[in-house]
């Protein structure tokens, strides 16, 4: 009897809530049952299936049910999942992982077989049941060798000696053809080798499935070539179906499953219309509607569902930006009188991004600085025609481009001209030619991620920009530091009222640059670590004056010292657990310090000596550690169930090493009872005592052991998740700007006697300049959103549990921060960068080329999308938004607590006005609307007035989404009743 799949049976085999540990709603949970369900009834009747549910609800661990179900039809189904990129391979390791883990409870998904290269994939496909992970670059082999020796060479170095049957060198190959024809040989020799052998695959899930939108391209060409006649289903997956138009969908659907199957005859699945009414568009959707399933994401927010158009805002005006100035007028004039003849000769065609004088004025292949950023972002020295190239829609999805070919139209048809021109007046004036948009856009951004002092706004938005181009990614980077290095000399000289000299330090208005060192901040040469992360820069550092402050013997090098083990700051950033054992027990901290027995003080003082140097960090915490190990009642007044729980505490903050034997101590002398190292009143102290602390509540500060073992466990979990917390921050203040407040804060301390750099700086912390409100919102960003930033963003390692990050005092993610990164390389190399992006603080901005818009989750905290290069397509543009439009979102938390104003997601489209960058935008907008009248279902509704119900020329009524409807067209409803 033929196995059907019902909801309940899939949440019988799949619990998609993974255990209630990642917060899964149950609307959610419902969603993806019923979507695996739908999934596999439209895969019984037909070849092939869509799901192009929008982004964020969990595409990818729906296709996992859906492998998962056909490997329980049958357990030697063969399945094979393609991806485009590298992120995305490694986004469905991390699932699959996540899914063996906590979702599959039969355990029929199995472990996914990841490929890097083709042969070691062939060697390994014979073997059934086995669910195989490659990417479209796996398909392929580059070859640029034209002699025949050669070519055999090529396939002999395979190693695959059953594919014997490869064609002989093709009697006219040229250098520009030589890599297609090889790999279709290929591709030829391997799907003979597959009908001989009988290898079909039972499945075939496409991720991203638009990147197969055009057939022509090498890649794609290979891989039908590869799989032709041996697929016996394929799952298409993708959240913008109708990427670059509406013939994409047509062409998916024909290329592939149609071109091999009985149900389409001729090859034909969907027929191949434009839609030109909406008749035309309505019998699209029902031929669509087949194989389709597009359920849209809302957001509940007080009973009522919200589709993305009630709080998305398209805004082409706030950036549309004008020649203010005669010599903006003349820089524009220049390089648009001479784009006239350029794009002449080219007949007056040209695409978007391909004119350099829309980005930026620079001398992008001569810009050292941000060439320097992109190679320690790379690994590399990128090539200005890296993102072009790969961006460019005729080779968008190549992922494999001949070598000695080249792609078409690299370069920007005025980038030489602009290269000169501005190489020229720098040489002549000193400056770079201005460029309107790019200095209005620097002037935006800099203000909403660092505030203005003139007008009181402390600014702290994160925004995500995308550019066409690796010079607009480098000029964008290049002024928003500038800015930023400015913003911190106008804190310097106008809250602490101190100069700021980058070369010799910080000092007070009328001082010397010698006052910014004091006789105690003698350093040793003990390692540091921090060290690593202040260098880590390399080259680049010699443009960046707060990095090369910070380098081994800089000035802020030497203060930042200061709050290592052995050194006046030590006990700054410290918790006073001393505090707390004697508030948990009671008792007042003096009788606590009195009660100490006399051997633990000469053991702590032994334990403390290193090298002639007192570690006092090293002693405080010997001390607390075994007053409450060995003492508990009698200093702390503990009973045995309150001191066993803080020893369980404590066995997870302090390193085994101060858990270790006592040492042997010298004799006690009355005066070596320093109880300071008891009763110091560290930065997390006096904020608790503040006035404003409670903006700043961390987890864990309530008082009093709970009676039930379950709110114990809750209890114990808070406290560990304060000492994470404490650390995270005292971190990224000392490897953050911040660190030149408490300089400052200390500066001052020394002129006076009756304060300390701790009351200074809280003060500083606690007041009403921007750089203090906007660093508060930080914390209380942090002490707010922990759990969803260490499961989401930072993501666990392997085995780790949140003891052992209660015991980190460092944490690599937050090394080497700065206010903006750039991505110009594809985003595999750029976990840290992202891990950044997705926590509270620096970087408020990240500018990249379309390499992050997708597969890259950076929506935690940042609710703005800038277009600062626009993409030619309407599924590009979605991707790019769907990386913040996601569920856990800073939008949904914004939606879920407002209370008046509806909050916006904004999506910004800087251009010049009067060019034809308003053309274009206007263009894009207009093929935007259509493909989301083809895939969206608030566009279905029909009254039965024909085609004028729906007009694709009009602008579409402003509460379309609100119309009742009696079945959505790509909704599961009609596939689980079949």
Sequence with gaps: MKMRATTREIGRLFRFDCGGRFGASESMVSLQEEGVAALCRILDEHPVAFLADEVGLGKTMQALGVIGWRRHVD????????????????????????????????????????HERLGEWLREVRQEGVVHLLRHPSFMRPFNVDDKLGWQASFDRLNLPEIDDFPPLPPACSPDTRSRVYNLAFAKAVNA??????????????????????????????????????????????????????????????????????????GTLIAQRSPKSAHDLLELKRELSRYMIRRPRTFVVNNKPLGKGAYRRDDTVSLASKCESSLDTLSIALVQKHLVDVLDNQGNRFKTGYLASFESLEDSLRNKIGARAARNNRGCEPRESDAD?????????DFLTDPNAGAPDSTAPDAQYVSTLSRGFEEKFGFSLPHPKLDAVGAELARRALGRRDTEEPGGSKTLVFCRRISSVRSLQKRLMRSYFESIEKRCSGYWQHRLDWKTGVFPEGGRPADAFRADEAIDDDNDVHEAQADAGDDSDETNPLRMALRSGGWLYRFRRQFEDGYRHALVFEHNWFLRLCAEGGVSPERACDAVPDDVWMESYAFAMDNGRQRRLRQTRYLVWNCLARHARLVFGMDETQAAFWRSVLEAVYPASVRCAAPAGDTLRDDRRDKKLFLYRSLWTRIEDSAWAGTLALPGRERGLPDDVTKRRAFREN???????????????????????????????????????????????????????????VWQQWAQQYVLIFSSAIGEAQGETLDARAGQTDFDFLNVLDPVVGVVGGSGGQKRAIQQFNTPGMPWVMVGTDAIREGVNLHLFCDRVMHYGLAWTPGDLEQRVGRVDRYFSLIERRLKTAEALMPTLDMLYPHLVDTVERRQIDIVMQKKKLSDAVTDDGFSNVDGRGDNTISLSAPLPVDHRAQSKPERFFGVERHLRL
């Design 75 to 114: 357990a030697n189904a063969r399945i094979l999942v393609i991806t485009p990129r590298e992120n995305v391979q490694d986004g469905w390791m991390k699932d699959a992982s996540r899914f063996g883990d906590f979702i599959d409870t039969q355990r029929v998904v199995g472990r996914l077989h990841r």
């Design 389 to 397: 190239s790969g961006d460019e829609e005729d080779v968008r999805d």
């Design 719 to 777: 406290v560990l998740w304060r000492q994470v917390l404490v650390r995270v921050l005292s971190q990224y203040m000392r490897l953050t700007d911040t660190l030149l407040d408490l300089l400052c804060a200390d500066r001052r301390a020394a002129q006076t006697d009756d304060e300390d750099m701790l009351d200074n700086f809280v003060r500083w912390l606690g007041s009403e300049d921007i750089d203090a409100v906007r660093l508060r919102g």
């Design 193 to 266: 080798w597959f009908r001989r052998n009988e290898i079909h695959f039972d499945l075939v899930v496409v991720d991203e499935a638009q990147c197969l939108r055009n057939p022509t391209n090498q890649t794609n060409a290979v891989l039908r070539t590869l799989l032709k006649g041996v697929a016996k289903r394929w799952l298409f997956v993708s959240a913008t179906p109708a990427h670059s138009g509406v013939s994409n969908i047509a062409t998916l659907f024909n290329t592939y499953p149609g071109d091999t199957h009985a149900d389409a005859p001729r």
